[in-house]
């Protein structure tokens, strides 16, 4: 994922964009990898880990309305999220991710390993999807973090 991590960092560079995390199943995963990298306070403006609801809602404006009509994992919260996560920062750019790792917390309708991702850029757009990983909470929060930046990366190629 360094890799992968590095290419983020270097099209963020270049952009001159800051990158903002709303982070919730994966409780700051994302972050700590980004951070990982040397000269990440360039690019990297802040990570929020919002894992209750009223964490989502006082940090990032998710509204509560949209938490008890979709729930907290849905990708209308993650779009909420994200955008929440620009307004409440200086950053251009953010990823999102809600979900239930598990072991326990799933329903039929949205069964263990279901998550949801969000991503915006400030002024052009704020887009979400729903995945469904198998494995344990360590290989479904893994999952997940890999794909939030799989398409960060996309998302500053176009």
Known sequence: MKILIENIAELLIIRQLRLATAESCTGGLVSSM?????????????GFVTYSNSAK?????????????????????????ASGAIRQSAAHISLSISGIAGPGGGTAEKPVGTVCLGWAREGAYVIAETQYYDGNREQVRLAATKRALQRLLELLQT
Not at 34 to 46: I, K, N, P
Not at 57 to 81: D, F, I
């Open 34 to 46: 980004l951070t990982e990298v040397a000269g990440s306070s360039v690019w990297f403006e802040c």
């Open 57 to 81: 809602q006082s940090m990032l404006q998710v509204k509560e309305q949209t938490l008890q009509q979709y729930g907290a994992v849905s990708e209308q919260v993650v779009e909420e999220m």
